[in-house]
């Protein structure tokens, strides 16, 4: 059966609109996983634009499942992931300008400094996933750093204009899933995925966990948290 990994980053995101105290991305994460969820995640930019310290240390004393901390592969992550010890680290490309995480970590062009930062963090028992586009290149490139995971970007398939595009891309996704688990790599997807457009990865038993929050955030704006959550865990539970 595959897992939900609840992202709170927009919980987050609309604290910091206000720059006040509420929502709690902490306690959304406690309800996420009553509801649940299997892991919670979160992403901690280098400009701070919306998970702060503060939450990734209170989530990770507080939470009873799994903590995934979503990182660029820079010093101070590296250096902060090694502190808190999360479940995982899931290394991501980052950019100041993005409103959201644009695509896949090229890690076919910086295969050695992310065979350094997977060993940096191997060192302290923090298994690591590798976030990348559904493409043989970074896969064999993921396969060659050590990685323990890849999650392949599904947001070009959520993205798609039309069913024609949507079945080509997902195509695309499934045979990246199938190559990765077939050099001994562990597959999670996300980034995009709603409460529609994950119906359509019923049987990839490929997968093993699903990471979602922006829908999930999205809907809870309109029937509550824990609804919003035990929706999708529904549905990530029966595919």
């Known amino acids: ?41 979160v992403h901690l930019r280098e400009d701070r634009r919306h998970i702060q310290d503060r939450d990734l240390w209170l989530i990770k004393q ?27 680290s899931c290394l991501v490309p980052e950019k100041r300008e993005e409103l959201t995480t644009e695509g896949g970590l090229d890690v076919a062009g910086q295969i050695d400094h992310i065979g350094r930062t997977v060993e940096s963090l191997h060192q302290d028992g923090i298994l690591v996933s590798l976030f990348v586009d559904a ?18 970007h599904t947001g070009h398939y959520a993205d798609s204009k039309n069913e024609l595009e949507a079945e080509d891309l997902f195509a695309r996704i499934v045979e990246s899933a199938r190559q990765a688990r077939g050099l001994g790599l562990r597959v999670n997807m996300g980034h995009g995925l709603n409460y529609v457009n994950i119906r359509r990865f019923a049987g990839l038993k490929e997968v093993e966990e699903y990471a979602i929050g ?4 999205s809907r809870a704006v309109m029937v509550g948290f824990d609804r919003a959550v035990r929706d999708m865990a529904r549905l990530v539970h029966s595919l």
Not at 135 to 152: L, M, N, S, V, Y
Request: aromatic fraction near 4%; glycine fraction near 6%; hydrophobic fraction near 50%.
């Open 1 to 41: 059966m595959a897992k939900l990994s609840v992202n709170v980053d927009h919980v987050a995101t609309l604290r910091q609109a206000r720059a006040g105290t509420e929502p709690d991305p902490v306690a959304a994460a406690a309800i996420a996983e009553l509801a649940g969820a299997e892991g919670i995640i």
């Open 62 to 88: 507080t939470i009873q499942t799994r903590l995934h901390f979503e990182m660029a592969a820079t010093e101070e992550m590296i250096g902060l992931a090694k502190e808190v010890r999360p479940f995982i």
């Open 135 to 152: 493409e043989e290149p970074q896969i064999q490139a993921a396969r060659k750093t050590g990685a323990d995971f890849i999650e392949i």
């Open 214 to 217: 922006h829908s999930i955030v």
